[in-house]
């Protein structure tokens, strides 16, 4: 095994979900970062996503739309035939995914810096098993020890014919001492 890649989670080399990695891709420098880049995508595990967990979001943002919530009606009425997820859902599971097949060992901060795009081009049906896919397509080194990261994501449900999010997310990285300049 490459010094670079750690065993995933043990449960995931159980399931026959070919798309679950096989190892957590670890950048433990600015070096290995900018190396990285134009490689292929790193795949994480696969999150369900239940009717629960729609209904909790819906609770916690107080957007409970019908088409998410009213599993009865979605049925009759909406043009995918079941309640979907709030696309926000969706986006807010991108750093448990990013947790799952990619680690940081040795820096002292890794922080969400925001979207340059986000589109959402197909619906989440509830009960849906979804995994992200992050291409690292852009390393800019800000100062010496941290870099601005973006990373290309694709959001995919299982069996779905296209992926159901791409976004463009960036991601400030900074080695050795935590302290703002």
């Known amino acids: 095994m490459a010094p670079d ?15 679950l990695p ?3 891709r670890r950048f433990d420098s600015v070096q290995s970062l900018i190396d990285f880049a134009g490689q292929p995508a790193l795949a994480s595990r696969t999150v369900e996503i239940d009717q629960e ?3 909790r979001f819906a609770q916690v943002t107080r957007d409970s739309q019908w088409i998410h919530v009213d599993r009865e009606r979605a049925v009759a009425e909406s ?7 709030h696309g ?3 986006l807010s599971l991108l750093t448990h995914w990013q947790e799952s097949c990619i680690a940081f060992p040795g820096a002292a901060m890794v922080l969400n810096y925001g979207f340059e795009k986000v589109r959402f081009t197909a619906p989440v049906r ?3 098993r979804v995994s992200a ?10 100062k010496r020890g941290e870099v601005r990261c973006s990373w290309n994501v694709a959001i995919e ?3 779905a014919s296209r992926p159901s999010v791409h976004a463009d997310w960036l991601i400030l990285i900074r080695y050795g001492e935590s302290r703002p300049d």
């Open 22 to 24: 096989s190892a957590v």
């Open 79 to 85: 043009p995918y035939q079941d309640t979907i997820a």
């Open 157 to 159: 449900a299982e069996g």
């Open 53 to 55: 967990t729609i209904d």
């Open 88 to 90: 926000f859902l969706v």
């Open 126 to 128: 509830s009960g849906s």
């Open 133 to 142: 896919r992050f291409a690292l397509a852009q390393v800019v080194e800000t």
């Open 5 to 19: 890649l750690v065993p995933s989670h043990p449960a995931s080399l159980m399931t026959s979900n070919t798309s």
